[in-house]
């Protein structure tokens, strides 16, 4: 079965381009958790050799995002329920931690191109939060946090937290994508987290981060609670969402 959503792809940096373009795929959920495939699957749908693919495959891996098959392949990882708030837990801590010890260094390390750019980052974030469009959100929201942690100049922080936080939206973007409209239960925070960081004001940092995951993992809970509630009764009616 081919992938869905692919088109050729251009010989340089073959690696890296087949392993985004996949990344992008599971995280708009067209590959979802379980789906099986061959190297020789994915060579075939973009056109390329078998090394290229198998490389970018093993990255994934690498990344959790997929799992090799003895034998059979490679499988989209299935994170649970106990991941998810794992990945919460763990992000929550990293990141409280880079605010409170490093505001004041980020905030010194920032030169006008940079803080213009995570701005920009962060009102198109909460743009799209706040209008429900998901496949919008996702890439603003990653790349604002990816930018703004990455102003710490710490790369194995700033690589850990991407990983967590592309991970997260892999688990949450199929509950998500069941819920009719999204407006007005999604986290619109960004601006004035971002407005706090650029005041140097580690207190008011950490209160948005811990807001922000606290409203995201008690949607996610409930999402995940009123699908399996569905799962059990047999009921075909959407789980109940309010917005904290």
């Given at each position: 079965m081919p992938v869905p959503g692919t088109s050729p792809v251009?010989?340089?940096t073959l690696r890296q381009q087949i392993a985004d373009a996949l990344c992008d795929e599971v995280l708009?959920?067209?590959l979802p958790a379980g789906r099986q495939f061959t190297v020789k699957e994915i060579a075939q749908q973009?056109?390329?050799s078998a090394t290229p693919v198998r490389e970018a495959l093993l990255d994934l891996c690498s990344q959790g995002l997929l799992?090799?098959?003895?034998h059979r392949g490679f499988k989209v990882h299935e994170f649970t329920i106990d991941d998810f708030r794992h990945m919460v837990d763990a992000r929550t801590m990293v990141v409280e931690g880079v605010f409170r010890h490093y505001v004041e260094q980020t905030l010194n390390s920032?030169?006008?191109q940079a803080l213009a750019s995570?701005?920009?980052r962060a009102e198109e974030a909460e743009r799209a939060a706040r209008s429900g469009d998901l496949d919008i959100l996702i890439g603003y929201d990653l790349r604002f946090w990816r930018e703004i942690c990455g102003l710490v100049g710490n790369p194995y922080v700033s690589d850990f937290l991407q990983r967590l936080r592309v991970q997260t939206w892999v688990f949450t973007v199929p509950y998500l994508r069941r819920v009719p409209d999204l407006r007005g239960l999604l986290w619109t925070g960004?601006?004035?987290l971002m407005a706090a960081v650029t005041r140097g004001d580690p207190h008011d940092s950490e209160r948005l981060i811990a807001a922000y995951n606290t409203h995201f993992r008690a949607l996610i809970e409930r999402l995940v609670t009123g699908e399996e509630t569905r799962s059990r009764n047999g009921a075909g009616a959407e789980p109940e969402v309010n917005s904290p």
């Amino acid at each position: 079965m081919p992938v869905p959503g692919t088109s050729p792809v251009k010989r340089n940096t073959l690696r890296q381009q087949i392993a985004d373009a996949l990344c992008d795929e599971v995280l708009a959920g067209r590959l979802p958790a379980g789906r099986q495939f061959t190297v020789k699957e994915i060579a075939q749908q973009y056109g390329v050799s078998a090394t290229p693919v198998r490389e970018a495959l093993l990255d994934l891996c690498s990344q959790g995002l997929l799992d090799v098959e003895e034998h059979r392949g490679f499988k989209v990882h299935e994170f649970t329920i106990d991941d998810f708030r794992h990945m919460v837990d763990a992000r929550t801590m990293v990141v409280e931690g880079v605010f409170r010890h490093y505001v004041e260094q980020t905030l010194n390390s920032m030169t006008t191109q940079a803080l213009a750019s995570v701005r920009r980052r962060a009102e198109e974030a909460e743009r799209a939060a706040r209008s429900g469009d998901l496949d919008i959100l996702i890439g603003y929201d990653l790349r604002f946090w990816r930018e703004i942690c990455g102003l710490v100049g710490n790369p194995y922080v700033s690589d850990f937290l991407q990983r967590l936080r592309v991970q997260t939206w892999v688990f949450t973007v199929p509950y998500l994508r069941r819920v009719p409209d999204l407006r007005g239960l999604l986290w619109t925070g960004h601006c004035e987290l971002m407005a706090a960081v650029t005041r140097g004001d580690p207190h008011d940092s950490e209160r948005l981060i811990a807001a922000y995951n606290t409203h995201f993992r008690a949607l996610i809970e409930r999402l995940v609670t009123g699908e399996e509630t569905r799962s059990r009764n047999g009921a075909g009616a959407e789980p109940e969402v309010n917005s904290p």
